[in-house]
């Protein structure tokens, strides 16, 4: 089969790797559409991983064999499904933080999305993977995983009915948060970016307000929209930590931040730390998300609650993993999310 395997930043190879075998609780996918998400992007020009390593996680895919002891699937079955599962056992599972839990990151399937099939192991294979509706697209599929992770994050950001929402950057991870945020109830729902493309796509998907902070003071329009509280929630979702403090500044007394951004290790920042006990306010650190969100993202997505369609600016076949990254990564092109497909 084939596969795109990353070597290291200027070498991805698109080879022949062996199809992986399976055990009597495994099943192999046919992968379909796979997204490139923004941590494929950053591991793959920072090197945070070491090749040989085939990327990919957004996996929408079509089952075509399955092992001895496997009931709930069989060929043609059309599923998603995500890459760690926790123990549900550990101290970590028994608090409800599943993606904590030391089993969450070792666990992966084989070998990864960005290839022709992949071999789902038994965990997978019991908790994280769900059979999709005939009638939503491999692409859409695609998006399950990442609509999955965002509620993961806005779980924590516990949104009501009639607060504000502000959502600071406009990639994936913040377009679908702000669009989960309007579905959950928030009144108002405000993003910020430095690309008129992704703001005009906002806005374009229903988001009420969209600011560019080079061109308004974000500051002044928060305090403005808000009569001088401040936003609810604030959302970062940009890896630029010095969005942090500017975060903080912006949220109304009893507000919180929840903070979506792989930012590197020891990266400090200052922020006013008066503010959580004056004002008892929050920041919220999320990461991945934890089985239970797969199901509610499929029905999400199902019931057409949010516009995913819309965010899909770019196709690739499986061979150009590197020219999608190229492409995605330059910041001079108007490009949202990317899907590689194999269908
Ligand atoms: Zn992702
Ligand atoms: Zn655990």
Request: hydrophobic share 40%; charged share 20%.
């Amino acid at each position: 089969m084939k596969a795109s395997v990353y070597y290291s930043k200027n070498d991805i190879r698109y080879e022949d790797l062996p199809v992986p075998e399976l055990e009597e609780g495994d099943i192999l996918l046919q992968m379909k559409s796979c997204g490139l998400c923004g941590t494929d992007i950053h591991k793959a020009l920072h090197q945070t991983v070491t090749g040989p390593v085939v990327l990919g996680h957004e996996v929408a895919a079509e089952v075509v064999k399955v092992g001895k002891r496997v009931t709930r699937f069989r060929p043609g079955d059309r599923v998603v499904t995500a890459i760690h599962v926790p123990c549900f056992t550990c101290h970590y599972c028994d608090r409800g933080h599943y993606t904590l839990c030391e089993q969450f990151k070792p666990t992966h399937i084989e070998p990864g999305g960005f290839a022709e099939y992949i071999r789902l192991p038994e965990l997978h294979v019991k908790h994280l993977t769900h059979k999709i509706p005939q009638e939503m697209s491999w692409e859409k599929a695609a998006m399950v995983e990442p609509v999955g992770c965002c509620l993961h994050g806005l779980k924590q950001a516990k949104i009501s009915s009639g607060c504000s929402v502000l959502v600071m950057g406009c990639g994936t991870i913040g377009l679908l948060s702000a669009q989960l945020s309007a579905m959950m109830g928030a009144a108002k729902v405000i993003v910020s970016d430095l690309s008129p493309f992704k703001l005009e796509l906002a806005l374009r998907l229903g988001i009420n307000h969209a600011i560019n902070p080079a061109r308004d003071d974000l500051e002044a329009q928060i305090q403005d929209m808000t009569d001088g509280f401040g936003v609810d929630v604030v959302i970062i979702a940009a890896g630029v930590s010095s969005l942090l403090p500017q975060a903080i500044n912006l949220l109304r007394r009893g507000g919180r931040v929840v903070v979506f951004s792989p930012f590197d290790h020891h990266n400090m920042v200052n922020i006013d730390a008066g503010r959580f006990f004056r004002d008892e306010i929050s920041v919220i650190g999320t990461y991945s998300l934890s089985p239970y969100e797969m199901p509610e993202a499929i029905e999400i997505l199902r019931l057409n609650k949010i516009n995913v369609d819309d965010m899909i600016t770019h196709h690739y076949p499986l061979s150009q993993l590197t020219e999608a990254i190229e492409f995605a990564a330059n910041p001079a092109n108007d490009v949202l999310k990317i899907i590689m497909k194999m269908d």
